[in-house]
């Protein structure tokens, strides 16, 4: 069985006035329609033919209709103009057209004025629906606004607006309030379809306070632009900013001109051409109104009327043309006095009256002619020291800082300078921009190392970046590194530093034309060749199961490029609340730590080591050949030992040693290799490595842990 809803629909019915509520004209059968009277239900009223209707006695019902406040926050109106806003509400007529025979507002002033005229109420299309009327005077100096017009008030919710004039005798600052109690100030109010009375809410409601102001500007000068230095030949360089506030006005502001004074000194009136003043980027003196300097005074007069709105800042700028010939040295300064901002004429829109413009002049901001120029520094993007594998591409040797001063710089050539290394361990090195889109790059030209020179220059694409002098830009040196090994020209172990040589680095001014040297230092922190090199990194280790013995456990990496052989490592040792009796490295080829490497039984690589009761350190050396980790493989590494706990707490911090620097057993530090005894020096080293393989300890290509481990080493901590 299908299942129905019914719907009851019920009305209240008393005995006097009434609305009507309308139902569709045909009314669904599960819609019951009800009438109720003194709590009975009751036959309802005869419907017409074509809807359904019940009609509701209101007696003192409201029948739904409602008046709220328009939410306006106060504002400023204009004195003596037309349609100035007094007020607003909003009313909600859920059924059908009302309307009100008399509607009546009160106006309260701040201060005794003459009385408002033409007030008139809108609707929310800005049709007058009432009045114009003038006010009449109550009681103080309140004013009563009476609209004798029958106002409809079609079905739905829609705004009304009380708008009028108060009197041009009006004092500056008058504050104006309308209020209305619709119960009592609207008369006659009356559903239409019925002729019916309504009885509205007995609720005072009172707008927002408006206050009465003239037309109002006040013209000042802006900090910006700081003062600065600029080359000769510039052209639009902004000298001033100049702000006119009309945030205070009731009404739009007109003005046509605006006088300036310029101070040269030293420098001629001359030297600058073609200054316009610029609202945004719209030049608003164009043609016969530009303004050519030739004296300490200077009107500029508009196109056309310029409008400042009210309640608005409109700010101006100035701009003019540095001839090229301007000595270095030459300073201009524009600036308005507080003499020319009084003399500024300027009139409200709407009222037509005179605007008294305040404002207290300043100094301004001198501009300087010097000379332009393009510094260099390392950026604090350049990479950190690290190792890199022989044969790499695109190996970031270095990002460098450009920075412009007084003009805007084409960087048009770079001179780069080998600081360390061997010319025959680089193919090519490249010069790239960052553009920050998404990680776009644009490389701006190439070049090589000739035999055994240690510079070369680069002329990069077209007329070269543009540098400027408000940001600063990067640019990536990257280098192609040749290959080492037998038969190869690369230097296993070079330490290769590339700087910029501001000597043959140059740019060309962006105004003045001018060729200029690159100025500046700068030091990266390089990069060490290897055929190959190892990356160590930590494994997850329970920090508190110590009493299984294990200390630290981590991988060694060999990059793609080749095999790395192990020799050496070194920890340290730090516990409370326990004895070590002895420990031992073990090593196995899966992060399971399961598999032991090929060949070493059980995975110990150093067999079991005793430790002395103050022993906090120990060097751990491997058999021959060296641990061998395959090209791009790793092996896994734990430290364990044997503990005796003394305290029923225990703890061991464990680190594997690093190295802060080289040998100087080794000799020059640009390759820093040599044998087990030289890497080691005269204090132990932490890490020995090499890339060759199967080898002894007198070979001379060993080398240690910079830039393998951080100086101060890896380190895990456990306890129990």
Same mark, same amino acid.
């Given at each position: 069985?299908?299942?129905?809803?019914?719907?009851?629909?019920?009305?209240?019915?008393?005995?006097?006035?009434?609305?009507?509520?309308?139902?569709?004209?045909?009314?669904?059968?599960?819609?019951?329609?009800?009438?109720?009277?003194?709590?009975?239900?009751?036959?309802?009223?005869?419907?017409?033919?074509?809807?359904?209707?019940?009609?509701?006695?209101?007696?003192?019902?409201?029948?739904?209709?409602?008046?709220?406040?328009?939410?306006?926050?106060?504002?400023?109106?204009?004195?003596?103009?037309?349609?100035?806003?007094?007020?607003?509400?909003?009313?909600?007529?859920?059924?059908?057209?009302?309307?009100?025979?008399?509607?009546?507002?009160?106006?309260?002033?701040?201060?005794?004025?003459?009385?408002?005229?033409?007030?008139?109420?809108?609707?929310?299309?800005?049709?007058?629906?009432?009045?114009?009327?003038?006010?009449?005077?109550?009681?103080?100096?309140?004013?009563?606004?009476?609209?004798?017009?029958?106002?409809?008030?079609?079905?739905?919710?829609?705004?009304?607006?009380?708008?009028?004039?108060?009197?041009?005798?009006?004092?500056?600052?008058?504050?104006?309030?309308?209020?209305?109690?619709?119960?009592?100030?609207?008369?006659?109010?009356?559903?239409?379809?019925?002729?019916?009375?309504?009885?509205?809410?007995?609720?005072?409601?009172?707008?927002?306070?408006?206050?009465?102001?003239?037309?109002?500007?006040?013209?000042?000068?802006?900090?910006?632009?700081?003062?600065?230095?600029?080359?000769?030949?510039?052209?639009?360089?902004?000298?001033?900013?100049?702000?006119?506030?009309?945030?205070?006005?009731?009404?739009?502001?007109?003005?046509?001109?605006?006088?300036?004074?310029?101070?040269?000194?030293?420098?001629?009136?001359?030297?600058?051409?073609?200054?316009?003043?610029?609202?945004?980027?719209?030049?608003?003196?164009?043609?016969?109104?530009?303004?050519?300097?030739?004296?300490?005074?200077?009107?500029?007069?508009?196109?056309?009327?310029?409008?400042?709105?009210?309640?608005?800042?409109?700010?101006?700028?100035?701009?003019?043309?540095?001839?090229?010939?301007?000595?270095?040295?030459?300073?201009?300064?524009?600036?308005?006095?507080?003499?020319?901002?009084?003399?500024? #004429?300027?009139? +409200?829109?709407?009222?037509? !009256?005179?605007?008294?413009?305040? *404002?207290? @002049?300043?100094?301004? &901001? %001198?501009? $300087?002619?010097?000379?332009?120029?393009?510094?260099?520094?390392?950026?604090?993007?350049?990479?950190?020291?690290?190792?890199?594998?022989?044969?790499?591409?695109?190996?970031?040797?270095?990002?460098?800082?450009?920075?412009?001063?007084?003009?805007?710089?084409?960087?048009?050539?770079?001179?780069?300078?080998?600081?360390?290394?061997?010319?025959?361990?680089?193919?090519?090195?490249?010069?790239?921009?960052?553009?920050?889109?998404?990680?776009?790059?644009?490389?701006?030209?190439?070049? #090589?190392?000739? +035999?055994?020179?240690?510079? !070369?220059?680069?002329?990069?694409? *077209?007329? @070269?970046?543009?540098? &400027? %002098?408000? $940001?600063?830009?990067?640019?990536?040196?990257?280098?192609?590194?040749?290959?080492?090994?037998?038969?190869?020209?690369?230097?296993?172990?070079?330490?290769?530093?590339?700087?910029?040589?501001?000597?043959?680095?140059?740019?060309?001014?962006?105004?003045?034309?001018?060729?200029?040297?690159?100025?500046?230092?700068?030091?990266?922190?390089?990069?060490?060749?290897?055929?190959?090199?190892?990356?160590?990194?930590?494994?997850?280790?329970?920090?508190?199961?110590?009493?299984?013995?294990?200390?630290?456990?981590?991988?060694?990496?060999?990059?793609?490029?080749?095999?790395?052989?192990?020799?050496?490592?070194?920890?340290?040792?730090?516990?409370?609340?326990?004895?070590?009796?002895?420990?031992?490295?073990?090593?196995?080829?899966?992060?399971?730590?399961?598999?032991?490497?090929?060949?070493?039984?059980?995975?110990?690589?150093?067999?079991?080591?005793?430790?002395?009761?103050?022993?906090?350190?120990?060097?751990?050396?491997?058999?021959?050949?060296?641990?061998?980790?395959?090209?791009?493989?790793?092996?896994?590494?734990?430290?364990?030992?044997?503990?005796?706990?003394?305290?029923?707490?225990?703890?061991?911090?464990?680190?594997?040693?690093?190295?802060?620097?080289?040998?100087?057993?080794?000799?020059?530090?640009?390759?820093?290799?040599?044998?087990?005894?030289?890497?080691?020096?005269?204090?132990?080293?932490?890490?020995?490595?090499?890339?060759?393989?199967?080898?002894?300890?007198?070979?001379?290509?060993?080398?240690?842990?910079?830039?393998?481990?951080?100086?101060?080493?890896?380190?895990?901590?456990?306890?129990?």
């Amino acid at each position: 069985m299908q299942k129905m809803k019914l719907w009851l629909l019920a009305f209240l019915v008393a005995s006097t006035t009434a609305c009507v509520i309308k139902l569709p004209k045909e009314v669904p059968p599960e819609v019951r329609v009800t009438c109720v009277q003194d709590g009975k239900e009751v036959p309802c009223p005869t419907l017409p033919e074509t809807e359904t209707t019940c009609v509701v006695a209101a007696g003192t019902d409201t029948c739904g209709v409602t008046v709220t406040l328009l939410n306006t926050p106060a504002q400023n109106i204009a004195i003596g103009v037309p349609r100035q806003y007094l007020g607003g509400y909003i009313i909600d007529v859920p059924n059908g057209p009302t309307s009100a025979d008399t509607s009546i507002f009160h106006i309260r002033a701040s201060a005794r004025s003459p009385l408002s005229t033409n007030v008139a109420l809108y609707n929310e299309t800005g049709a007058i629906v009432a009045g114009p009327v003038d006010a009449t005077r109550g009681e103080g100096d309140s004013e009563i606004v009476t609209f004798t017009d029958m106002v409809t008030y079609p079905k739905g919710r829609h705004t009304y607006v009380l708008k009028g004039m108060v009197s041009s005798e009006t004092s500056n600052g008058t504050t104006f309030t309308t209020s209305f109690n619709p119960s009592k100030d609207w008369v006659g109010v009356k559903d239409q379809a019925t002729g019916k009375g309504i009885t509205l809410a007995d609720t005072l409601l009172i707008m927002s306070t408006v206050t009465a102001r003239g037309p109002a500007l006040s013209i000042s000068q802006s900090v910006n632009p700081p003062a600065h230095t600029i080359v000769a030949g510039t052209k639009g360089v902004v000298f001033a900013e100049f702000q006119l506030d009309a945030s205070a006005s009731a009404e739009d502001v007109r003005t046509h001109s605006l006088p300036l004074t310029l101070n040269p000194g030293p420098g001629i009136y001359a030297d600058l051409s073609a200054c316009q003043l610029f609202d945004g980027a719209t030049p608003i003196n164009t043609g016969s109104n530009i303004v050519n300097p030739y004296t300490w005074k200077e009107t500029f007069i508009y196109d056309s009327a310029l409008t400042v709105l009210k309640g608005t800042i409109k700010t101006l700028r100035l701009k003019c043309n540095i001839s090229s010939s301007t000595p270095q040295g030459s300073m201009f300064t524009w600036r308005i006095s507080t003499e020319q901002i009084k003399a500024v #004429i300027a009139t +409200g829109v709407a009222s037509g !009256t005179n605007v008294p413009v305040t *404002g207290i @002049g300043v100094s301004g &901001s %001198t501009i $300087t002619i010097g000379v332009g120029s393009l510094s260099v520094s390392t950026s604090p993007r350049s990479p950190s020291y690290t190792l890199v594998a022989s044969g790499s591409k695109d190996v970031n040797s270095g990002v460098y800082r450009f920075c412009g001063t007084n003009e805007g710089q084409y960087l048009y050539q770079v001179g780069l300078r080998l600081a360390s290394g061997s010319p025959q361990s680089l193919v090519d090195v490249t010069i790239w921009d960052y553009r920050g889109e998404g990680g776009e790059t644009l490389q701006w030209g190439s070049s #090589i190392f000739v +035999g055994d020179r240690l510079t !070369t220059t680069m002329l990069l694409k *077209g007329s @070269g970046p543009w540098v &400027s %002098t408000e $940001t600063c830009k990067d640019f990536t040196i990257r280098a192609t590194l040749s290959d080492t090994g037998l038969g190869y020209p690369g230097i296993e172990g070079a330490f290769i530093r590339i700087e910029i040589d501001p000597e043959t680095t140059f740019a060309i001014g962006d105004s003045s034309g001018l060729v200029t040297n690159v100025v500046g230092y700068t030091e990266t922190a390089g990069y060490r060749m290897f055929k190959s090199f190892p990356t160590v990194a930590l494994e997850p280790l329970n920090a508190t199961s110590l009493a299984d013995g294990s200390f630290i456990q981590f991988k060694v990496m060999a990059d793609w490029h080749g095999d790395v052989a192990l020799r050496h490592m070194s920890f340290s040792i730090s516990c409370t609340g326990l004895e070590i009796k002895d420990v031992a490295l073990f090593a196995y080829s899966d992060q399971s730590y399961t598999t032991p490497i090929y060949g070493v039984v059980e995975g110990n690589l150093t067999g079991t080591i005793k430790l002395g009761p103050s022993t906090n350190s120990v060097g751990l050396y491997f058999g021959l050949p060296p641990v061998t980790v395959p090209a791009g493989g790793a092996y896994y590494f734990r430290l364990k030992g044997t503990v005796v706990p003394k305290e029923v707490t225990y703890a061991c911090v464990t680190k594997l040693l690093g190295d802060p620097r080289f040998s100087s057993s080794t000799g020059a530090e640009n390759f820093a290799l040599g044998t087990v005894n030289d890497v080691l020096g005269t204090t132990m080293s932490g890490f020995i490595w090499n890339t060759v393989g199967n080898t002894d300890d007198n070979d001379p290509r060993w080398t240690n842990g910079v830039g393998v481990l951080p100086a101060d080493g890896l380190f895990q901590t456990r306890s129990n």
